[in-house]
């Protein structure tokens, strides 16, 4: 989440940089900064996305090196999972949380010519975008393990995508759609690419037991240490 | 309605104990137990050792000399053990703190977003008794930089008295006025939240339940806090007083000195933890001298450090010194308790050194916890607060301020499992915080207000 923050942050500050040394008074070209202040932070968002990555796999040879059996505790797909969780939590609740605190006071929505579906719209979209988020963790860090250079690029391009197509937005039929569809798909390679497969979805639903196949050994003869 | 805020030598500084964190190692305690424990208890008690060793030499004497056989022979086996119960006791600790903190802050932020009597301005302490209304932003800045140094050298004094009193054994002024402090703070202003809470929601409450309410509340605050009680309990009633005292400190504060006095806060922390000759290191190691706990008030534990059950004869004899121990362990807190003698101070004992520990060995794993000293909380809770008050009505800011103040803490956290000793817990989450605060004020909130107003996403 703070990784998140920081890129925002710097997403933010060069928005905010060029809207200063441009015109205020145009909208045209106003409208055209904030789809290139948008790109920007998408852009920042996955590197600091990849540069999480590189931390959290220095982190885990540490840890590998100094544990007992030489694995690290925590796998890193499940890093993977929690860092993807992480930055779609922030982002979900920095994209909704004021309109959330908007929605309870009174007011009408879109009363001046505005959708009136806009808090079901942003809570979908935000939805979307947290599932999304926590997918696209899952993939990239598959990716970078794996050296899939390929994959990277296609989450960045359908990360962009899905930021561009909200550009779209009080059209919601050719957004809120289209990027379900998205979320749907990359739900699956996510699952796909962790390991996941029918046969495994089957063996969940079914709740079979697993025969534990280690044994545990008991010695009771034991030398005290400080003898 | 209230006037002691005109004529307040009574509100203070919460600069109780602030930032210190210590780490609550224990001194590895030699096992007398036998069977399958020895050998275990051995290897694990002999890596503590070499752990806490580095750290504290002279006082791991005593029990060090039963261990002393098997520390040659497994020396590089232990070493590696040794790190990794570091970094597992510092993820541990890390979660253990990020609650109570956190909880910290919802109480403070959920007071301000709802009850309007915190964020109305209804003058100032006299610690801060240059106004900030003035027509120019030189002479703002001018009159928060004067607030700024008054109220930091107000602290100062009260530490080194604090530091004085202490080497000068004079401990029941200091209990006295520990006592003092936390009774003012338990009942008077528990009293003023509850009556404000109870205005902005409308409720009406006759005096008898009211009095009925304080007096168990504080009545039961004060037990558990100086005498013994639920840890659980204990930990609520530390935190309450946290939120308490920053929530005065929010409405108190004019709002450029309070940002100003964050920053100088963090830095006099700093310079009072880390300094050989800061009054907060010469505390701590007077009581390090003397084996005995630093005012057990004042610190949130996050662990007990006892345990329950299985008192064997051989450990109780040596009770007493484990006692010694465990008590001079938790000394190690570096708490900055500015006493003042009507300060309304967060100032409460968590009865944490006083237990004597039976089969110690056996729990103080998971029993061992980290102390932080309520002062830190209060200051954290403080800048959320005022980000929560004053950032135009944005979360987001709130919620950055939040997270920068957890990395903090857990970078903290970190530094203190590699040098373990105490640190100073103030100065790297302010930072974060202040420059997210500023940053996200004035950088992100617009940014994000245009993308919302198209609903666009990012």
């Known amino acids: ?227 | 309605m209230i006037t002691f805020m005109n004529n307040s030598d009574s509100e203070e500084e919460p600069c109780n104990e602030r930032t210190s964190l210590m780490s609550a190692e224990s001194p590895p305690v030699p096992s007398y137990q036998d069977g399958l424990q020895a050998s275990e208890a051995g290897e694990a008690q002999a890596h503590r050792k070499r752990r806490t060793g580095s750290s504290r030499s002279p006082n791991n004497i005593a029990d060090g000399d039963t261990s002393d056989s098997g520390v040659p022979v497994r020396e590089s086996v232990l070493e590696n053990e040794e790190e990794e119960l570091t970094l597992k006791y510092g993820a541990k600790h890390v979660i253990m703190l990020f609650v109570p903190v956190t909880l910290c802050m919802i109480v403070v932020v959920a007071t301000i977003k709802s009850v309007r009597f915190y964020t109305e301005k209804n003058g100032q302490l006299i610690y801060t008794p240059f106004s900030e209304d003035t027509p120019s932003v030189g002479q703002r800045l001018l009159n928060s930089v004067l607030n700024t140094i008054i109220m930091i050298s107000v602290i100062v004094v009260m530490t080194v008295f604090l530091v004085l009193l202490y080497k000068y054994r004079c401990y029941k002024f200091i209990h006295g006025w520990l006592i003092l402090s936390s009774l003012m703070l338990l009942f008077l202003f528990t009293y003023i939240y509850l009556g404000e809470v109870l205005k902005t929601y409308n409720v009406a409450m006759d005096y008898p339940t009211l009095f009925l309410v304080i007096w168990n509340f504080g009545a039961v605050g004060m037990i558990c806090i100086h005498w013994k009680g639920p840890l659980q309990l204990q930990q609520a009633y530390l935190i309450m007083i946290s939120a308490l005292m920053a929530l005065v400190f929010i409405k108190y504060l004019p709002e450029w000195s309070a940002w100003v006095i964050l920053g100088a806060i963090s830095i006099y922390d700093l310079m009072a933890v880390l300094c050989p000759k800061g009054p907060l290191r010469m505390l701590v190691e007077t009581a390090q001298e003397r084996n005995e706990p630093i005012f057990p008030a004042l610190i949130y534990s996050s662990a007990m450090m006892w345990t329950v059950g299985m008192a064997k004869p051989d450990t109780a004899s040596r009770g007493p010194s484990q006692q010694t121990w465990d008590a001079a362990e938790d000394g190690r807190e570096n708490h900055r308790s500015p006493l003042h003698a009507d300060s309304q101070m967060s100032e409460t004992r968590s009865p944490v050194p006083t237990r004597p520990t039976t089969s110690f060995e056996e729990l103080e794993e998971e029993e061992r916890g980290v102390k932080l000293g309520l002062g830190d909380f209060i200051f954290y809770s403080v800048l959320v607060g005022k980000a929560a008050a004053t950032a135009s009505g944005d979360w987001n800011t709130t919620l950055a301020c939040f997270v920068a103040i957890l990395i903090g803490l857990c970078l903290t956290l970190l530094l203190l499992a590699v040098f373990k000793k105490a640190l100073p817990a103030l100065p790297i989450s302010i930072t974060f915080g202040l420059v997210f605060y500023f940053s996200t004020d004035n950088l992100v909130r617009p940014f994000m207000d245009t993308l919302a107003f198209h609903q666009l996403y990012i």
């Open chain 1, 1 to 227: 989440a703070f990784f998140w923050l920081v890129s925002l942050l710097l997403a933010s500050l060069i928005w905010f940089v060029s809207v200063h040394l441009s015109d205020r008074e145009d909208a045209k070209l106003q409208y055209g900064l904030l789809i290139f202040g948008a790109a920007v932070s998408v852009l920042l968002q996955e590197a600091f996305r990849f540069a999480y990555f590189k931390l959290l796999k220095k982190a885990d040879e540490g840890l590998a090196t100094i544990s007992e059996d030489g694995r690290s505790p925590i796998s890193l797909r499940q890093m993977a999972y929690v860092s993807g969780l992480s930055f779609g939590i922030i982002s979900g609740v920095f994209s909704v949380i004021n309109i959330l605190a908007d929605s309870i006071g009174p007011g009408i929505v879109g009363i001046h010519g505005d959708s009136p579906y806009y808090f079901i719209t942003s809570a979908f979209l935000t939805m979307a975008l947290v599932l999304l988020h926590t997918f696209w963790g899952v993939i990239f860090f598959d990716a970078c393990e794996k050296r899939r250079y390929w994959c990277l690029g296609l989450v960045v391009a359908s990360h962009l995508l899905t930021s561009g197509l909200t550009f779209l937005n009080p059209w919601y039929e050719a957004s809120l759609v289209p990027i379900f569809i998205i979320t749907l798909c990359t739900g699956l390679w996510a699952f796909v690419t962790a390991g996941g497969s029918f046969r495994n979805v089957l063996k969940c639903l079914s709740c079979k037991q697993e025969d534990d196949s280690r044994v545990m050994m008991y010695s009771a003869l034991q030398v005290p240490f400080e003898d």
